[in-house]
């Protein structure tokens, strides 16, 4: 009745009870969390989008990593979780540029320029390479370029108001007081009358269409109008010695 049952040799390759001593028991394992409580942690596939150790070394150190609230930057920044995004409560640091905000008002640099603004109503300097730099004023329903500036000069949208001294140069324009030397020659009235009927405007001055197509400039006009006075001047000192020398003529006449 015994020869179904195994003999001595058949069971060598089995533990014996002395072997399995330090295995855990189903009791001891009761502790241990259950498949079930398991389920919402990430699969090794759900990480596989992650920076591993090796892609991170010579990066930033672990507390160089954005904090709750905080971001702190240590020799530079580079791109995070591969989408070259910094983000914190007030700042933000992007491919596009650097933006920080506090309540209603804001600050961004761009490879556009730099505009602060408050609310909905911002100014922003803005550069056009090879081209215009400008200054702009606007808000949510319009903007206005207060200045633009580009090599050939500036220009100004509106009224200017200086307080303080204005000093305008040009290298175009000499100070014309070589009108007073005595080899000028001062043109006569009657010249000057004739110019006057067939232009409609003094020598030398620009006309009103060339003024309303390019302008004026201050210093060269003013420097003009000079000149034109001190002519005006030698013409009345030349005037008042004619009528002097009349007056003293009929004096002596019988």
């Not at 640091?93 to 933006?99: I, Y």
């Not at 730099?133 to 370029?145: A, E, K, P, W």
């Not at 140069?169 to 009235?189: C, Q």
């Amino acid at each position: 009745s015994l020869a179904s049952y195994a003999k001595t040799t058949d069971l060598t390759g089995y533990a014996k009870a002395t072997d399995l001593a330090g295995y855990a028991t189903s009791t001891s394992l009761a502790s241990y969390a259950p498949l079930t409580s398991l389920a919402s942690y990430a699969k090794t596939t759900a990480l596989a989008s992650y920076a591993t150790t090796a892609a991170l070394n010579s990066k930033m150190a672990t507390a160089d990593y954005v904090e709750t609230g905080h971001l702190k930057a240590v020799g530079g920044l580079t791109g995070g979780r591969g989408q070259s995004v910094f983000v914190g409560s007030a700042l933000r640091v992007d491919t596009l540029g650097l933006a920080a905000s506090a309540g209603t008002k804001a600050v961004s640099l761009t490879h556009a320029g730099l505009a602060w603004s408050d609310s909905y109503d911002q100014w922003r300097i803005s550069a056009i390479p090879g081209g215009a730099f400008s200054l702009i004023s606007g808000n949510r329903t319009f903007d206005m370029t207060v200045l633009t500036m580009t090599t050939s000069g500036a220009q100004f949208a509106g009224d200017v108001k200086i307080d303080g001294n204005l000093t305008l140069k040009t290298a175009a324009t000499i100070v014309p007081d070589y009108v007073f030397e005595p080899e000028y020659r001062l043109a006569p009235l009657s010249e000057v009358e004739a110019y006057t009927k067939e232009n409609k405007h003094l020598p030398e001055i620009p006309s009103a269409t060339e003024i309303e197509k390019g302008g004026l400039d201050l210093a060269q006009m003013n420097l003009l109008l000079l000149k034109k006075i001190e002519e005006l001047t030698l013409h009345a000192i030349a005037q008042e010695k004619r009528i002097q020398a009349l007056e003293a003529k009929q004096s002596v006449s019988p």
